[in-house]
């Protein structure tokens, strides 16, 4: 049996349980709406499971030694039930019927199997669960158990448990711990270093007469419920949570946390799940309305267009544009949550050509950012605004890690030079921002857009090198977009990008009506100009080939074959056709 | 079949795998030596494990609203095994033969079992392991598999994982990690607050040719082996760990830790396994040897004596008289590694009379607390010395946390009031220290210890308030050592305390020849009397109860039995044998 089934253009299948891979759906399927995302886990533990939840711009460094990074939250995904004292886990006793749909046109995760166990009893569950679209604070869980066998006691815990990090990694205060109106569990912790207030409320409902009793220990707070489930009966148990933060943008003072919060969900709670679905359903819809996309004849291709579109609907921030996209989105600890020039060349087309509103947000954070991009130029030694390879928050600059992971062989830490050298990042920036410009003819944006223009071709004019033997300017010493090779000169990406820069400046300027700004950019009119005149632009040679930098062709062959043969891997269905690769 | 075996009076054994209770045998089991303590955790992981291992007085405060605490160090007792590609787990698949026998007599853990996978193949494995009495650093453990079944791949990770936190706060920073000579995993780390380095070195001995590689992910290095496991073939993988600290009495600069454990690390592991086991058991035999206890004709009572015995050895930092014993030894995170009155009242008899130079460490460590007893006299408001009700590092003073658990009903934080008001710790200090001297005749401490006899009981003139009426001392608003209530007056125990503190200092100062000591004492001389003679010792009334408060006998009495209908509690085998106890 396959493990995945594509079942239509929106909903994918996974047939069995498979404790070894757990991170594979927890990421494909993973759940989110640009202010949260939560991986995919299984409610119940398994200890392979990476149990992650992200809010959008909660960064933390957990030491001075370490960059700032995406936090992993309290967790509320979690919930553990008991079967008359076995722990329900489907590493015991009997699994049968399971199945787990993700639905990638609502954003709902379905999971059913049933549970029987050495001691004899049978039970159908069914886990439901979603984040809500429609408000970006709820989390929700449904859980139906169904009585297939004799009675049997069931116990559930559930709540809020802030033992989490990002591996080993702890970036909350263990935070205030309340149990409310007998029904609600409170935690407000704060980051560590920037001391960020992070707050989250959960509720359940059982429908059914049960014992509740509330637990506290060290970072959790759970409830407690118990109850005998009588032969043939169901009973159904719904999670409710809402996460807020201090940094909302919505934060209004304290009472926006606690008692907002508690109110909100207890409003909330009066509501079934599927309303709730169905109210985060229908801005999903309004989105897949907005985009139709239609490819007839493969549903294979369909599904997968439509999952990658929701990925990139539930990575992007759009509601607050002082946030950008994560490098692994909001579905793991990976790249620390840092936006990359991915942004603009892979992921701000979709968005300029189908939600130009969201695009905006993304550009509005790069014109956001000049204030640290010239900091940074200035730090690095150049002048105008050089933007940080990797981002985070607005004013952290450059937040690339220095070192990278341990050779293993001369145990010497490897130093990171992205940060350092690879700076057609900053010509990406402005690519983006004129595919935006040219879609949607953004008045407003372009005026606000001169002086990042201005500056970002300044910091060009810094970065080159006059070649006097060959009358024209290089730029020497970067790192280009593909990462194979460091201190490499003239990368063609590099340059044509720059030349981009310099020359989309110079039209800005000569467009622009604005006197003053003219006035103060009139000094490197002449110089931006001289540059992007003489800048080299690298051609193909006779064999057609574009080197992608100065000593390129003189690279040695490689017979790149060698490398696959063990894995048996098929070139011509590979993203790249080379037969040969150059090396060192 | 009953979980737990009762073998003989040094072996105890568990008969099959219980996921559910997994903590009672990681500390029923634990495994140390005063220096370091780790629970018996199975090497493969389970959700419901407990992985602790604390190095005696390696503490360190998570946040500065936490108190410090024992730090969970980084950890070396998971081992992974996959057979065929599936994990070894004992969820899964059939285990049979399962039992893990644990030996007293020289601290072994021995575990074995047979696992047939759903696959088809059928293993015996046995894991033993120890840390060693005769290297405080070293940590053992030997796997040995026996294929039982058809030939199968094999592989095994294990090595140094930094991801284990103090349920959920981390202490340590990432640190550095290094994979030396193709053989040894280093990590080298330090506490976050305080900064004390720790290092570990680890390495693997296979004894049949293999595959090796070294990974390494955020806070963890391992060795990955891979190898096919022959028909009838057995097959012994031994790790050896190291541990030591940049807080150790030895620690004499940077190659203590690095090149010296390494160093240490590659002379140990051409040892076999039963000889280092051998070193070790050879001290404890000394230890045994030196206090013979014999209980005739129940083997239960001798062995609960004897696990009681071992465990008191290794919870006892004896290596180092900065230290003391933990409220839970070094077998989990409970009393946050603090040391209690428990040490002076329940621990050091057993001490004084068998192994006098372990007593006199303890007792240093009280000395040596002497300075920070009266600072924490001072800022409480008194004068000498008065002791923290819970102590950790020396200089760290009172560490009792100030707010405890929230109260779920009123969901207000409960205020810890032990370190502010019971103050009869100060008199087990003295007590504890008078046991010792009247034992041992230690003329050195007897004179170290004026100063200490004097300042205490100086606290105690300046703890006492003078009932003008009755014309006494009193001894008012203190919690008992029962600490059912909390602001009582002239509670019995600490009165009584109080007067023999007194009684103690006054006869000191009376013996003693050193006539610049007493100079420096004369003037409370008189006041230490006067308080003496007119301390208030409350006296058993006419039905012979000496009531532990002044207001314990004007309580009213509730009937305890209902409490208890419930788990039918036999009051008869119960540690007190009230039928009723009174209540507020």
Redesign the interface.
Known sequence: MERIDYIDEWNIAENYFS??SLGKLEVNMAMGNGYLGVRNCHEE????EKRNMFVAGIFNK??K??VTELANMPDISKISVWLN?K?L?L??GRVTQYRRVFNYRNGESVRSFIWESETGFSVRFIFKKFVSMYNKHLIVTEMTAENLGKQATMAVQSGID?????????HF??G?????DNQFLYLQTQT?EKKTKVALATCHKLNKAHQTE?S?????LYENKEFDLLENETVTFTKYSLLKTGQDLEYTGKDYLRQGLIDELNSITRERYRDLLSASATVWEKIWEESKTEIRGDTQDALLLNAARYHLHIMTPVHDNRLNISGKGLSG?GYKGHTFWDTEIFILPYFVYTFPHWAKSLVTYRLKGLGAAKENADLKGYSGALYPWESAWLSDGEVTPKFG??D?VS?KRREVLTGKIEHHITGDVIYGLMQYLKATNDIEMKKNAFSLLMETAIFWTSRVNYNKQLDRYEILDVIGPDEYKEHVNNNAYTNYLAKYNLDVALRAYAESKNIELKNKYKNQFNIIKEIANKLYLPVPNKEGILPQDDNYLKKQMIDLTKYFEAEEVNLNNSYFSLKHVPTA
Do not use: A, D, H, W
């Open positions: 404790e070894e533990s398994y200890v392979t957990f030491s030694k370490e004292g722990r886990t590493n015991r802030g033992t989490f990090t990002n591996t080993g990694s702890q205060e263990e205030e711990k309340r149990y409310l560590t509330p506290m220990k060290r970072r959790q600890e992971g341990i293993v145990g």
